[in-house]
């Protein structure tokens, strides 16, 4: 994989009941746009739960999250920085984030965007980077993901991918008590994953390993 520069982000709940999605639009328009740097940056990842509820088109927030994604477009397209979006936990983000492709549609945007709603492996020619995509809640339990990603790495002739972008949990995650068959083996991925994995679902930022 050549060298790149990456910013992630994940869980940012748009249409939360208990937080003002006018001010975290304003606040991922100064961060992500007004601050420059996408300018300095080759991927944006955004790692699942965008939003947090299904919003009606007459919601009093879709005219603002659309021009937030209309700006990240562009930005995107000015500074060729590639987007990568996965879906999330199923009852947060509902398939909404396909406004990101809609709205590159109609703008006619150019920038490249890569929307996953499925476990799959994409090869981006630009970085040679095999990416590894793991939608939250993919199948019953972890061990059937991991089994159909080692499944997949054989059917594309991999060992192992370059990058991961995930929603969910790892076992290092929750307390050693709390038992959940949902839970992904940080050991596992650490192994099939050279460089980095970004998983989103956990609100408290930690760093294990290749995992953050």
Known sequence: ???????????????????????????????????????????????????????????????????????????CERFDVILLVVEGTPSHDRGQSHMFETMAKAMKSTCELHYVTQLDILYLERYDAQILFVPDVWRPTAQETLSEFKELLKAKGLEQVDLAIMHGQFEYQLPPHVKSVALHSSEEYQKLVKVHIFIGHDHTHSRFGKIT
């Not at 520069?5 to 003002?20: A, E, F, P, Q, T």
């Not at 007459?58 to 990240?72: F, S, V």
């Open 1 to 75: 994989m050549k060298d790149c520069s990456i910013v992630s982000i994940s869980d940012i709940h748009l249409g939360h009941r208990k937080n003002d999605t006018f001010e975290i639009l304003r606040c991922l328009r100064k961060e992500l746009i007004e601050s420059g740097i996408l300018a300095q940056t080759d991927i944006l990842i955004i790692a699942g739960d965008l939003f947090d509820r299904l919003l009606d088109l007459e919601n009093e927030y879709i005219p603002g999250i659309q021009l937030l994604m209309a700006a990240l477009l562009n930005a």
